[in-house]
């Protein structure tokens, strides 16, 4: 198995009991270290159940998942890829467990045993890293919808995980909370976090190198940005496509933006600005 692999998906099936229709089925797909995957697809498609299969939450019905060569089905090794693993969800209500911030922050390694000056380290590094450390003291209730996201986004990082896996983690937040989250998220990867992000805000496509489209529990398309932005693969898949892909085809088909420029309003702004006034 290649040594900068972290996930290998082989031929995965995932049937809920008392279910006959499986979930998921038939996925076959590799994460390198280092990737932002975004996976999209419609209501039910089974985006949830993958993301559960990737740190051992859900253990595969049928064919197997690789965690950095370990397979999940392993109850030995399970504890260790849920920490490397680590997942952040839809509403950070669910997640959240203590009354203060920096106690959050420090739940998880207090079960990993550590000792209490590296929890303390951890707790710090943590809160840093989301821009929470004024925030160690106060309570969790006080926290703004951003700021509670940030808090179970740093509870993760506290266990130092490999991986980190976002189920629809932006989707409750107002735009001020996504640009926040998405803005630590960024400086984590270019950093050498994994990130497989969830999201049914196709603009978030543009965060990601990789795209994953599920389509009735299957795997409809795994590829790169780059194939996304010079197709209609999103289209044909009926994934609606964010307004700024068409202005950018337009612009670039006329020649008003370089090749090179992605379909961001900024870098497309910039780029208009750059050509007009040169
Ligand atoms: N706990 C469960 N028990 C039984 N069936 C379930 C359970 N969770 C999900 N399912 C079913 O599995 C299928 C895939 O669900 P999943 O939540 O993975 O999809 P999803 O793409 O994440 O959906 P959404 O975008 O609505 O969150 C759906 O048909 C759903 O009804």
Redo the contacts with the bound molecule.
């Keep these: 198995m290649a040594e900068d692999r972290i996930f290998s998906l082989r031929d995965i099936a995932f049937c ?1 009991p008392g ?1 006959d229709e499986p ?1 998921i089925s038939g996925i076959t797909m590799d994460i390198n270290v280092g990737w932002w995957v975004t996976i999209v ?1 419609d ?7 993958l993301a559960k299969i990737l740190n051992a939450l859900l253990i595969p019905t049928r064919g197997v998942c690789y965690v950095l060569g370990r397979d999940t089905r392993d109850p030995a090794v399970q504890w260790d890829i849920r920490k490397d693993v680590c997942m952040v969800f839809q509403n950070p209500e669910n997640q959240i467990v203590a009354s203060v911030v920096e106690e959050e922050v420090a739940f998880g390694p207090e079960n990993l045993g550590l000792p209490s000056e590296d929890i303390a380290m951890r707790v710090r590094w943590a809160l840093g890293v989301t821009g929470l450390s004024e925030f160690a003291k106060k309570p969790t209730y006080a926290l703004s919808g951003g700021q509670k996201q940030r808090l179970a986004l740093a509870g993760a990082l506290a266990m130092r995980p490999k991986c980190i896996v976002l189920d629809e983690a932006t989707s409750m937040l107002d735009p001020e909370g996504r640009r926040e989250l998405t803005g630590v998220l960024k400086r984590l990867h270019e950093e050498g976090m994994t990130v497989v992000s ?1 999201t ?1 805000r196709t603009e978030e496509l543009l965060l990601s190198d990789h795209v994953a489209v ?1 389509s009735r ?1 299957k795997l409809a398309f795994y590829g790169d940005l780059n194939e996304v932005l010079s197709g209609s693969t999103l289209s044909k898949l009926g994934i609606r496509e964010p307004s700024s892909f068409r202005l950018w085809r337009e612009l670039k088909g006329r020649g008003l933006i370089d090749d090179r420029v992605l379909p961001r309003a900024e870098d497309m702004a910039e780029n208009l600005v750059e050509k007009i006034c040169l």
């Design positions: 809920y279910n979930a697809g209501n039910g498609s089974g985006k949830s159940t969830i049914h599920l529990g």
